[in-house]
């Protein structure tokens, strides 16, 4: 964005740690790669100790006048000196710069340094006035010179007091899929509150964003609907849907294969090899563990009905030759990853096992062959990179009571225009 020294955009104030820019106004511009290459040795010595603190910043980025950052400058430091007992948490192995630090800081609880030279402290003479600052030639952090006009007040600018134009275009730029799942959050957090006060001024704040999701959500708890002032004439951003329409990398998903003795293995190998490709992985799902068949075709139990469960992967697929088993466990696996719209899949006399589920093998996101040829491995994995199957959404979301009974009426709704 461009920096005209007013520190907003398009009317949006930057410093408003409350509001975001439309990618359709600004697109994202990659600015660099971090690499994760690698999980903690020891949780205590690395993921326990890690201080992070918003200071901890790298030559060419500084902060900027948000309010909310600039406390949490002192607040973060504050934090890991209690957290990690002083002032030297920068020490411990996972904090510890690469590059050596000659710096003032000495003493004090923890310090592990050993420290060269007299003063610590600088103007000084005994020690010729070492150490000096890193400048730019030596890739120190250098700050950006500012110049600062105009008179300090406690007080939020009067663009902080704009509260619902963009909750209005979050809500109004989502699919119907998503807004169902914000009614139902809403429904489902402010139905534990037990306070009715405080339902009916959430629902004044809701009736303020949108009227239908105010509508909806006062139906879930059965309170009337107060009316509001949303705003009528706000931009839509399509980009703030998660939603997509078209099948994205699948690297590093899984897939679970439900199999049996006398399961396809020959299949499971073909499934499995078209996944790697992908950098997907597949594990073998069975009653028990061990190895599935004899020499060259065998595949390993990875996971058993006992241990297996669903939020560990992303697709669920039965190999033609399966038993349909009416293990409970195996019946609940595969019925919670349709109700959390997984893509599941079965080859061959596997779609038996999928009816014994209750699942249908015509219902959205679920991909059937007669074997595990390529075009049914195709299809399964183009079925995972799409993440879930929300046409399956509004039938798995089913319910007799609101606010789920209004969606049939949302659901006829013409769509929004996306602006």
Known sequence: ????????????????????????????????????????????????????????????????????????????????????????????????????????????????????????????????????????????????????????????????????????MFYRSLTDTEQNHIVEAFTFELGKVYEQAIKERELVVLANVDTDLCERVAAGLGLPAPSGNPATDVMLSPALSQIIDAPGPIAGRKIG????????????????????????????ISAVGGVLGKGARTQVVERTFLT????????FVVAGGTTPSGDIKLIVLLQEAFRHCKAIGAWGDGTALLQRAGIGTADPGVVIGDTAVKAFNESMLSAVGLHRAWDRAAAVMASEVAPADARATAQKRPSRARK
Do not use: C, W
């Open 1 to 168: 964005m461009p920096d005209d020294g007013t520190d907003t955009f398009d009317g949006i104030d930057l410093l408003d740690p409350t509001k975001l820019v439309p990618e359709e106004l600004v697109p994202v511009q990659p600015i660099g790669k971090l690499s994760l290459d690698a999980n903690p040795t020891n949780y205590f010595a690395e993921t326990e100790q890690v201080a992070f603190h918003t200071g901890h910043l790298v030559p060419g980025i500084e902060v900027t006048n948000d309010p909310l950052m600039q406390a949490r400058l002192f607040s973060y430091l504050d934090t890991q000196i209690t957290r990690l007992g002083g002032p030297n948490f920068s020490q411990l192995p996972i904090n510890r710069p690469h590059a050596p630090v000659n710096d003032m800081l000495r003493d004090g609880q923890h310090q592990t340094a050993v420290h060269t030279g007299l003063a610590p402290y600088r103007d000084n003479s005994v020690d010729q006035g070492e150490p000096e600052f890193a400048g730019v030639p030596d890739h120190g952090y250098v700050q950006t010179e500012r110049l600062i006009e105009g008179r300090t007040v406690r007080a939020n600018p009067a663009s902080f007091d704009d509260h619902f134009s963009q909750p209005t």
């Open 257 to 284: 294969v439900i199999a049996d003795s006398g399961s396809d293995l020959s299949g499971i190998g073909k499934l499995r090899s078209a996944a790697a490709r992908r950098g997907a992985t597949v594990h073998v």
């Open 308 to 315: 297996v469960r669903s939020i560990e992967f992303d697709a």
